[in-house]
Protein backbone atom coordinates (compact mmCIF):
# COMPACT_ATOMS: atom_id res chain seq x y z
CA UNK A 1 0.00 0.00 0.00
CA UNK A 2 1.90 3.64 -0.83
CA UNK A 3 1.08 6.76 0.94
CA UNK A 4 0.18 9.93 -0.72
CA UNK A 5 2.68 13.20 0.20
CA UNK A 6 0.23 15.58 1.01
CA UNK A 7 2.05 18.50 -0.49
CA UNK A 8 3.19 16.93 -3.87
CA UNK A 9 0.81 14.08 -4.10
CA UNK A 10 3.59 11.54 -4.51
CA UNK A 11 2.52 7.91 -4.05
CA UNK A 12 5.08 6.61 -2.29
CA UNK A 13 6.51 3.63 0.35
CA UNK A 14 5.27 4.45 3.51
CA UNK A 15 7.83 5.48 5.62
CA UNK A 16 7.58 5.81 9.50
CA UNK A 17 10.65 8.26 9.74
CA UNK A 18 10.71 12.01 10.80
CA UNK A 19 9.31 14.71 8.40
CA UNK A 20 9.57 18.54 8.92
CA UNK A 21 7.91 20.16 11.82
CA UNK A 22 6.10 22.84 8.85
CA UNK A 23 6.44 21.73 5.85
CA UNK A 24 3.47 19.61 4.20
CA UNK A 25 5.69 16.14 3.57
CA UNK A 26 5.06 12.59 4.23
CA UNK A 27 7.95 10.91 6.12
CA UNK A 28 9.04 9.06 2.91
CA UNK A 29 8.36 12.56 0.80
CA UNK A 30 10.68 13.85 3.35
CA UNK A 31 13.39 11.20 3.38
CA UNK A 32 13.83 11.34 -0.66
CA UNK A 33 13.97 15.52 -0.23
CA UNK A 34 16.66 15.12 2.94
CA UNK A 35 18.78 12.64 0.60
CA UNK A 36 18.70 14.24 -2.31
CA UNK A 37 19.57 17.80 -0.27
CA UNK A 38 22.56 16.58 1.30
CA UNK A 39 24.38 15.12 -2.08
CA UNK A 40 23.52 12.23 -2.73
CA UNK A 41 25.12 11.08 -5.90
CA UNK A 42 21.68 11.19 -7.90
CA UNK A 43 21.84 14.41 -9.55
CA UNK A 44 25.04 16.34 -10.95
CA UNK A 45 25.22 19.97 -10.57
CA UNK A 46 24.12 23.25 -12.89
CA UNK A 47 22.62 26.73 -11.85
CA UNK A 48 19.27 25.54 -10.98
CA UNK A 49 20.00 22.95 -8.33
CA UNK A 50 20.26 25.00 -5.50
CA UNK A 51 16.52 26.18 -6.37
CA UNK A 52 15.83 22.49 -5.68
CA UNK A 53 15.10 23.58 -1.88
CA UNK A 54 12.54 26.48 -2.70
CA UNK A 55 10.32 24.39 -5.29
CA UNK A 56 10.11 21.93 -2.61
CA UNK A 57 9.46 24.14 0.14
CA UNK A 58 6.78 25.42 -2.44
CA UNK A 59 5.57 22.41 -2.96
CA UNK A 60 5.24 21.09 0.28
CA UNK A 61 3.73 24.29 1.69
CA UNK A 62 1.49 22.65 4.96
CA UNK A 63 -0.78 24.45 6.55
CA UNK A 64 -1.30 28.13 7.73
CA UNK A 65 1.62 28.98 10.97
CA UNK A 66 3.30 32.34 10.90
CA UNK A 67 6.66 29.70 9.24
CA UNK A 68 4.90 27.74 6.86
CA UNK A 69 3.20 31.55 5.48
CA UNK A 70 6.72 33.07 5.55
CA UNK A 71 8.23 29.92 4.14
CA UNK A 72 5.94 29.85 1.11
CA UNK A 73 6.60 33.57 0.30
CA UNK A 74 10.32 33.62 1.25
CA UNK A 75 10.89 30.84 -1.81
CA UNK A 76 8.12 31.83 -4.07
CA UNK A 77 10.05 35.62 -4.19
CA UNK A 78 12.92 33.56 -4.68
CA UNK A 79 11.71 30.98 -7.76
CA UNK A 80 10.14 34.26 -8.94
CA UNK A 81 13.47 36.35 -8.38
CA UNK A 82 14.87 33.59 -10.76
CA UNK A 83 12.40 32.41 -13.31
CA UNK A 84 10.53 35.67 -14.03
CA UNK A 85 12.93 38.92 -13.32
CA UNK A 86 16.10 37.13 -14.81
CA UNK A 87 18.20 36.68 -11.24
CA UNK A 88 21.26 34.28 -11.46
CA UNK A 89 20.36 31.51 -9.60
CA UNK A 90 23.78 31.96 -7.88
CA UNK A 91 21.86 34.61 -6.06
CA UNK A 92 18.78 32.61 -4.73
CA UNK A 93 20.43 33.18 -1.06
CA UNK A 94 20.77 36.87 -1.52
CA UNK A 95 16.80 36.93 -2.68
CA UNK A 96 15.69 34.99 0.39
CA UNK A 97 17.60 36.98 2.83
CA UNK A 98 16.35 39.95 1.05
CA UNK A 99 12.97 39.11 1.74
CA UNK A 100 13.52 38.68 5.26
CA UNK A 101 15.53 41.68 6.07
CA UNK A 102 14.82 44.09 8.64
CA UNK A 103 12.57 46.59 8.49
CA UNK A 104 9.38 48.49 9.68
CA UNK A 105 7.19 45.51 9.27
CA UNK A 106 8.08 42.56 11.47
CA UNK A 107 9.34 38.97 9.26
CA UNK A 108 6.09 36.64 10.48
CA UNK A 109 3.74 39.70 9.73
CA UNK A 110 4.85 40.68 6.07
CA UNK A 111 3.15 37.59 4.28
CA UNK A 112 -0.35 36.28 4.03
CA UNK A 113 -1.31 32.70 3.36
CA UNK A 114 -1.87 31.68 -0.05
CA UNK A 115 -4.12 28.92 -0.86
CA UNK A 116 -2.02 26.15 -2.30
CA UNK A 117 -2.74 25.19 -5.58
CA UNK A 118 -3.02 21.30 -6.39
CA UNK A 119 0.45 19.12 -7.44
CA UNK A 120 -1.33 16.19 -8.51
CA UNK A 121 0.10 14.40 -11.68
CA UNK A 122 3.05 17.36 -11.40
CA UNK A 123 7.05 16.39 -10.99
CA UNK A 124 8.20 15.68 -7.57
CA UNK A 125 11.78 15.05 -5.59
CA UNK A 126 10.44 11.73 -6.54
CA UNK A 127 11.03 11.28 -9.90
CA UNK A 128 14.09 12.99 -10.32
CA UNK A 129 15.56 10.71 -7.56
CA UNK A 130 13.71 7.47 -9.97
CA UNK A 131 15.28 8.57 -12.83
CA UNK A 132 17.11 6.16 -14.48
CA UNK A 133 20.57 7.93 -15.06
CA UNK A 134 22.96 11.44 -13.35
CA UNK A 135 21.94 12.75 -16.76
CA UNK A 136 17.99 12.25 -16.68
CA UNK A 137 17.89 13.10 -13.09
CA UNK A 138 20.19 15.76 -13.86
CA UNK A 139 17.83 16.76 -17.20
CA UNK A 140 14.79 17.01 -14.71
CA UNK A 141 15.81 19.74 -12.32
CA UNK A 142 15.17 22.42 -14.31
CA UNK A 143 11.77 21.35 -15.37
CA UNK A 144 10.69 20.45 -11.47
CA UNK A 145 11.53 23.97 -10.72
CA UNK A 146 9.77 25.61 -13.26
CA UNK A 147 6.35 23.48 -12.67
CA UNK A 148 6.39 24.23 -9.24
CA UNK A 149 6.79 27.99 -10.41
CA UNK A 150 4.27 27.97 -12.66
CA UNK A 151 1.30 26.06 -10.81
CA UNK A 152 1.47 28.61 -7.84
CA UNK A 153 1.76 31.24 -10.70
CA UNK A 154 -1.22 30.53 -12.15
CA UNK A 155 -3.70 31.94 -8.96
CA UNK A 156 -0.72 33.84 -7.18
CA UNK A 157 1.55 35.78 -9.33
CA UNK A 158 0.35 38.98 -8.95
CA UNK A 159 0.79 38.90 -5.09
CA UNK A 160 4.15 37.42 -5.54
CA UNK A 161 5.25 40.00 -8.08
CA UNK A 162 3.54 42.56 -4.88
CA UNK A 163 5.68 41.09 -2.06
CA UNK A 164 8.65 41.23 -4.44
CA UNK A 165 8.33 45.01 -5.58
CA UNK A 166 7.90 45.76 -1.65
CA UNK A 167 10.13 43.74 -0.09
CA UNK A 168 13.16 42.83 -2.21
CA UNK A 169 12.86 46.05 -4.78
CA UNK A 170 11.98 48.62 -2.47
CA UNK A 171 15.31 50.19 -0.11
CA UNK A 172 13.18 49.74 2.57
CA UNK A 173 10.49 47.04 3.82
Not at 2 to 14: K, N, S
Not at 55 to 75: C, D, L
Request: aromatic share 10%; proline share 9%.
Amino acid sequence: MLEVCPGCAAQLLPNDGPTHRYLGASPACWAIYSALNVGEPWIGSGPYHGLIVDAYAAQHPGVPSPQATQSVAVHLLTLYGVLVQGMDPGQALWLRLRSLRDGKQPKHSRFTWLTPPAFVGSLTVANIVNAPTPDARAALVQPYIERVWSIWAQEHRTTVDAWYTRFILADTV
